[in-house]
């Protein structure tokens, strides 16, 4: 490895964010996942958290229904190889999981107590919950959530497509943490930065990124 490259990647890894990340709740198609994963490393988040789509969902081509968890993975290697994807069995594990580390859990929901985006706190460890498209996220995702955010649109859509709505949210949370200074600092404790640098350069040697 050149000491270019090396000086990249620890740039990289000294702007990642432990306490912003998503849940991707049944978000089945690749080319979603693979922009959605991508804007977290835009962004600078460490790691992202899905719940993989399960048999009996409506309206699901079978082909979408076969994305469970060795496709995620295969999709986070090609879009975002520097970005960690947990995979959880069902949403209410993966909040209880993601609440249990003190993250506040906002689903992207439209609802009677929503609020607009831009006015919750992203400094605050935070998860973004994202559903599908023509569903969003479900009853229970939306019961077991903190508060629900939304993006307002002027025009005759009701919402935009998640991976872009993920990256409005995404980058209103990097706009307010650039602003409090989250990104001046390394935000990793040293033995989880030393953990993430190792297997970074060990993905590198082996000709992964």
Request: net charge negative.
């Amino acid at each position: 490895m050149t000491p270019e490259r090396l000086a990249k990647i620890r740039a990289v890894l000294d702007k990642r964010q432990p306490d912003l990340t998503v849940l991707l709740e049944r978000v089945h198609k690749p080319h979603n996942l693979s922009a959605i994963l991508r804007s977290c490393d835009a962004v600078g988040v460490l790691e992202a958290h899905a719940v993989p789509a399960r048999q009996g969902l409506p309206d699901l081509e079978e082909t979408e229904l076969n994305l469970k968890g060795k496709a995620y993975n295969e999709t986070s290697g090609s879009a975002a190889k520097w970005v960690g994807l947990q995979l959880h069995d069902d949403t209410t594990s993966a909040i209880a999981h993601l609440k249990a580390q003190g993250f506040q859990v906002l689903a992207a929901h439209f609802s009677e107590r929503a609020i607009d985006y831009r006015e919750a706190d992203y400094t605050r460890p935070t998860c973004i919950l994202l559903g599908t498209e023509k569903w969003g996220v479900s009853p229970e995702a939306a019961t077991l959530s903190d508060e629900h955010i939304q993006i307002p649109m002027m025009g005759m859509v009701q919402s935009l497509n998640v991976s872009v709505a993920a990256a409005v949210i995404l980058f209103e949370a990097q706009r307010q943490r650039i602003q409090a200074g989250f990104y001046e600092q390394v935000r990793l404790s040293l033995e989880q930065y030393q953990s993430v640098l190792a297997s970074w350069i060990a993905r590198h040697e082996r000709g992964q990124g």
